[in-house]
């Protein structure tokens, strides 16, 4: 029963698109709450410590091989040094995270801004708690405000790396999408550099819509700081479009080298 169970699954598997979409962010979600467990136990001896979000990525990091998504991580040089910056993305899908586990080990002490709904979904959530995650509430602004002020102090006394997806809202569209100003209220109030990370397109090989999950390729580029020095608020939208512009023009050839 067992084995043919199992044959049915694989002809499915590579049959089926629809089947082989499930079958892969389900590997993703079993084999990330598997681990999770694991974790837990070690992470209760060194609670809400940025270093565990480092353990947790190389420990994640292998899922990659069983979803079919291969990397390739360029400017390494940026996310290496050791100071104090803004890190932007852009966000297309839950596929990021396999993304960040390949991309964290180079940025080493840093933290990230994540919706507080994930803390929700355990044991993930908790993992992530654990490894001082800074969630907020994007539903009460001046409590988020407050929290977000508090981490920038925090991450410049520490010369930590604060990772924040600017588009808010991950969307899967192949493009990169309008930015929300906080990123860049957070760079200038605290005068850090922004260093821009961009994920080429993974609508080639996954999209949501048609529940296709297919082998694909992904680059992660890393660009040159862009200097916050000097500015101030009523600078933010020139940072935002020149930051965005930046991402675009990265984003369009990087895009279109994995496909060819």
Not at 22 to 36: A, E, P, Q, R
Not at 73 to 86: D, T, W
Not at 150 to 178: C, Q
Not at 213 to 226: M, N, Q, T, Y
């Amino acid at each position: 029963m067992y084995l043919l169970l199992i044959c049915i699954s694989l002809v499915l598997y590579k049959m089926s698109k629809t089947f082989r979409f499930y079958t892969k962010f389900g590997i993703y979600f079993l084999y990330t709450s598997i681990i999770s467990l694991f974790l837990l136990a070690m992470f209760i001896f060194q609670p809400r410590s940025e270093k565990n979000l480092l353990t947790l990525s190389l420990v994640f990091a292998p899922v990659t091989k069983l979803m079919g998504v291969s990397w390739e991580i360029r400017g390494r040089e940026h996310l290496e040094q050791e100071r104090s910056c803004i890190v932007v993305m852009n966000h297309q899908s839950l596929l990021d995270c396999v993304g960040l586990y390949q991309v964290w080990p180079f940025l080493k002490n840093t933290t990230i801004i994540s919706r507080r709904i994930i803390f929700y979904i355990w044991p993930t959530g908790l993992i992530c708690w654990f490894g001082k995650v800074i969630f907020i509430n994007r539903m009460k602004s001046n409590s988020a405000r407050k929290i977000l002020n508090d981490a920038t102090d925090y991450i410049k006394e520490k010369k930590m790396k604060l990772i924040i997806f600017p588009e808010g809202t991950r969307r899967n569209n192949g493009e990169i999408n309008a930015f929300k100003k906080g990123a860049f209220h957070i760079a200038i109030r605290s005068q850090l550099p922004i260093i821009p990370v961009v994920f080429s397109s993974y609508y080639y090989f996954l999209s949501n819509e048609e529940k296709r999950f297919d082998s694909g390729r992904v680059i992660v580029e890393a660009l040159p700081a862009i200097s916050t020095e000097g500015l101030t608020l009523d600078d933010i939208n020139k940072l935002l479009e020149k930051t965005r512009n930046t991402m675009i023009d990265t984003f369009n050839k990087i895009s279109k080298e994995v496909q060819s």
